[in-house]
Structures are given as structure tokens and as C-alpha cells.
């Protein structure tokens, strides 16, 4: 079965930096570009990026632009998606997903 | 970027009849290859999104056929046939040119 497996919540500084893991399973990894998308508490959903799993090209959302780097690690098949410099207003949940494939979601909270 | 715009903010629907959601975009999402990169996305509560039409009118295996898409251009309809308790939850419409926005959102929920 088809599904991406994400790393679990964090609780982050501002300023600090965090990492989250998406795990492909079930399908061809290299095969579909993985795209990251945030939601901030109660709100609606934010593109950030994609990653083409087959070369590492990305394309990032303009806002993000030199805060975010997306990677993957083919040898294990997972994506990562890498904020730095965090805000209190980048607490949100992270998703990644593979069109309609989407993993369960990243909660990040950025807190002093 | 192309601005994304629906209506309306909230829907309530009596189980076994028809809802509508509209979608503008502020500019064509035809792409130079052909396809119009219109998406239909449902998140239900405290689930993540799911997406269930792609290039305006295509459904996802295992979408149920009572939602159907249409539209061409800048806008573009989501119809639900039939409305059933599971399809509670706030729908998006999603386009899929660089960069890739989403609309507001509509909340669906039943009366």
C-alpha cells in the first residue's frame, strides 16, 4: 500500500532550525515529485515547495525562499524538508505529499 | 502568483442533496502542454488533505462519482450529486502552475 510516513511533532526555539522526514513506501520513489505543504492552526494550506525525487531539482515557494531546503535520500527512500531560522509564525503542520498520496502531517511549533 | 478565489465560505447541506463549490482563478490555468492543473482537495477533520479531482474533472481511484469537476480557464465548479455525512470538511481547490496555490478553503458540513 501506497503511503508516506512522516517524522514525529516538535517543539522548536525561535531562531532554531528543524527537520522533517517524509518515508516513501510502496511505489517507485524516484518516480513522483514530493511536495511540501503547511497549515497553520486553523488555517488554510500553504505550497512551500517540491522536489523532483529522480534529479534533487526543487522549486521553492518565494516567501521561503533561503529559509528552506528540501532533499532527498534515495537510498532510503525519504524526503526531508529543512526550515531554518525559525518564527512563531512558521508553527503549523507540515505535510508532505505525492499528489494524492499525503503523509499524516508534522506538527512544528516554534515557542520561547 | 494566481489568486485563488471560493465560494462559498460554508455550506450546509441536508444528507441526499446536491452541493456546489465554486473556484476562480485570477489567471488561465491552461498550461502550454494542454492540461488545465485544476485540483479538488478534501480534508476531513483532524485528517490530512486528500485530493480527489485532478486536471479539472479527473477522479482519483476510489473517489466516490458523485463529485464530479468541471470548469475551463478561470473557473471552475466542484459538484457533490448526492451529499453523504462522510464528505463533511473543508474543501480546496488547488492550482498546480509554479507557484502552486491553493483557495480558501470551504467548510461543508451537514444539517
Known amino acids: 500500500q501506497i503511503q508516506l510516513v512522516q517524522s514525529g511533532a516538535e517543539v522548536k526555539k525561535p531562531g532554531a532550525s528543524v527537520k522533517v522526514s517524509c518515508k516513501a513506501s510502496?511505489?517507485?520513489?524516484?518516480?513522483?515529485?514530493i511536495s511540501w505543504v503547511r497549515q497553520a492552526p486553523g488555517q488554510g494550506l500553504e505550497w512551500m515547495g517540491w522536489?523532483?525525487?529522480?534529479?534533487?531539482?526543487?522549486k521553492y515557494a518565494q516567501k521561503l525562499q533561503g529559509r528552506v531546503t528540501m532533499s532527498t535520500d534515495t537510498s532510503t527512500d525519504t524526503a526531508y524538508m529543512e526550515l531554518r531560522s525559525l518564527r512563531s509564525d512558521d508553527t503549523a503542520v507540515y505535510y508532505c505529499?505525492?499528489?494524492?498520496?499525503w503523509g499524516q502531517g508534522t506538527l512544528v511549533t516554534v515557542s520561547s | 502568483d494566481i489568486v485563488m478565489t471560493q465560494t462559498p465560505l460554508s455550506l450546509s447541506v441536508t444528507p441526499g442533496q446536491p452541493a456546489s463549490i465554486s473556484c476562480k482563478s485570477s489567471?488561465?490555468?491552461?498550461?502550454?502542454?494542454?492540461?488545465?492543473?485544476l485540483y479538488w482537495c478534501l480534508q476531513k477533520p483532524g485528517q490530512s488533505p486528500q485530493v480527489l479531482i485532478y486536471?479539472?474533472?479527473s477522479r482519483f481511484s476510489g473517489v466516490p462519482d458523485r463529485f464530479s469537476g468541471s470548469g475551463s480557464g478561470t473557473n471552475f465548479t466542484l459538484k457533490i450529486s448526492r451529499v453523504e455525512a462522510e464528505d463533511v470538511g473543508i474543501y480546496y481547490c488547488?492550482?498546480?502552475?509554479?507557484?502552486?496555490?491553493f483557495g480558501g478553503g470551504t467548510k461543508v458540513e451537514i444539517k
Open positions: 505529499a505525492r499528489i494524492n498520496v
Open positions: 510502496g511505489y517507485t520513489f524516484t518516480s513522483y515529485a
Open positions: 522536489i523532483n525525487t529522480y534529479n534533487g531539482n526543487t
Open positions: 489567471e488561465s490555468l491552461l498550461h502550454s502542454d494542454g492540461k488545465t492543473y
Open positions: 486536471e479539472v474533472s
Open positions: 488547488m492550482q498546480g502552475i509554479y507557484p502552486l496555490t
